[in-house]
């Protein structure tokens, strides 16, 4: 329109009490504990995961990956509402003018929008990457395990870079009472109607809280009928849910083919063991959950051959780390290694059947790796071949 004149807001612009330090700061410490909680659990998966001979995972307790990952996801999913709200609360800050006239001042504003931009744009990725990855959605070209534990770091140095500068001002906020307007802007409305800032924070935890309680349901079955978003019920064969079929790895013929024998290798020596051999060994039952990093689990009772068994049947020694072989051709978790901690645990085992039944195609027949405080990712299914390491 003709006149019509645009302009770029300014930080007064935005009046209302509500977005004031005292909201930010609360929320701000909210936020923080929901990233750290994600954080550390998200650095014991990746370490669980990629078996790193200085990092030995403890067996025991056989829950351990089960709890870390519900709370990872339970983290994610708490943080976003109070991610939005502490955006929202600090809005009126993105249009603040820069002090031009004032050089060093200036390259502190600068160095702080800068890690502040980075704090954001990390800490969205993180939650909608995680949340992608829950309901198995890659839109993405990328491989989300290496760029979302990467950009974890990212997000966890920019969360205290930012921590570092603001805590003269969360400090005082924190110190002082949440209706207390030292720290506010000059033109906020004192006595505005309407939502109360302890509203504005009891609404923030309410929304957390119900975030996740609406999706807990995966890892905690007592809430898998309220869990409305939870993306695993708890159903799939046996009563164990899956993430990847046998006709998506590609797998059924192979794993039904009658000629299927077990490979054990130590060296140059090998055993080949039939399913019906399998099964006249002696056979041991362990009560185990399997968890995803997804946050889903479930506990199932599991049957089969110890993995120090078989390995004991070529005479290596009791202290052996094993190499785990898939039917699968294809897929980043093809195979697994098996610590030596592993192999000696009791609980360790070649499973064969579940819930008393032979394992179904989709949970890895003929057999497949269970194993306590594992990721789901490197119980093994469709077994082929077990070889130790020298």
Request: glycine content about 8%.
């Amino acid at each position: 329109m003709p006149g019509l004149r645009l302009r770029v807001p300014h930080e007064s612009d935005f009046g209302s009490r509500l977005r004031s330090p005292a909201v930010a700061a609360r929320v701000g410490l909210w936020l923080g504990i929901c990233f750290l909680i994600a954080f550390l659990t998200g650095v014991y998966s990746h370490l669980a995961q990629a078996a790193y001979p200085w990092f030995p995972v403890p067996t025991q307790p056989s829950w351990t990956y089960r709890v870390t990952q519900g709370l990872h996801v339970a983290a994610g999913t708490a943080a976003v509402p109070l991610l939005l709200i502490k955006l929202w609360s600090v809005f009126p800050k993105f249009f603040a003018r820069p002090p031009w006239r004032r050089r060093r001042a200036l390259v502190l504003h600068g160095l702080e929008r800068a890690s502040v931009g980075v704090l954001v744009a990390a800490a969205i990725f993180q939650l909608a990457s995680g949340l992608a990855n829950v309901g198995h959605w890659y839109p993405w070209a990328f491989s989300f395990v290496a760029t979302h534990y990467a950009v974890g770091w990212i997000a966890l140095g920019a969360l205290l870079v930012h921590v570092a500068v603001k805590l003269p001002v969360i400090t005082q906020a924190l110190g002082r009472d949440l209706e207390d307007t030292e720290l506010d802007r000059p033109n906020l409305a004192a006595d505005a109607p309407g939502l109360s800032r302890r509203g504005l924070l009891q609404t923030a935890l309410i929304a957390a809280t119900l975030a996740v309680v609406s999706t807990a349901g995966s890892t905690v079955p007592a809430l898998r009928r309220i869990s409305v978003f939870g993306v695993r019920s708890g159903q799939g064969p046996q009563g164990i849910p899956i993430n990847r079929s046998a006709a998506a790895a590609r797998v059924e013929t192979a794993a039904l083919a009658g000629d299927f024998a077990l490979t054990v290798v130590h060296g140059d020596r090998q055993l080949r063991l039939t399913t019906a051999q399998l099964a006249a060994m002696p056979q041991h039952t362990a009560v185990l959950p399997i968890a995803c990093v997804e946050g889903w689990s479930a506990t199932g009772e599991w049957t089969g051959v110890r993995v120090r068994d078989l390995v004991a049947l070529l005479d290596a020694p009791p202290e052996s780390a094993v190499l785990v072989r898939s039917l699968q051709e294809r897929g980043a978790y093809r195979g697994s290694r098996l610590p030596a901690n592993y192999v000696a645990d009791d609980q360790t085992l070649l499973a064969l059947r579940l819930g008393g039944e032979p394992l179904s195609l989709d949970h890895g027949y003929p057999c497949r790796i269970i194993a306590p405080n594992r990721p789901g990712v490197l119980q093994t299914k469709w077994v082929s071949m077990i070889e130790v390491e020298l």
